[in-house]
């Protein structure tokens, strides 16, 4: 039986927690469960990020750094 390899990605996620103004967009836009905002966004679930950006793109605050390790 010849040996199989799964290709997978991981993504870490940062939330500056000086710029974060707890506006709760990154939340709602994202597809999975990698935030929880209480005052300001934390990651409660990086493994469930997909690497998708979109709360990149969506935090006026550039807040959120997505880096795919
Ligand atoms: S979208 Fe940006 S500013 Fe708003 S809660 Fe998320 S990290 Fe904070
Ligand atoms: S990159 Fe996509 S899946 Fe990952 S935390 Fe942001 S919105 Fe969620």
Redesign the pocket.
């Known amino acids: 039986m010849p040996k199989r390899f799964v290709d997978f990605e991981l993504y870490l996620v940062h ?2 927690p000086d ?9 709602k ?1 994202c597809p999975t469960t990698v ?1 929880d ?1 209480s005052h ?2 934390h990651v409660i679930n990086a493994r469930a990020c997909m690497g998708c950006r979109t ?1 990149e793109a ?7 750094i997505i880096t795919e390790i």
């Open positions: 939330v500056d710029n974060c103004d707890g506006c709760e967009e990154c939340v836009i935030f905002v300001v966004a709360c969506v935090c006026k605050s550039k807040a959120i």
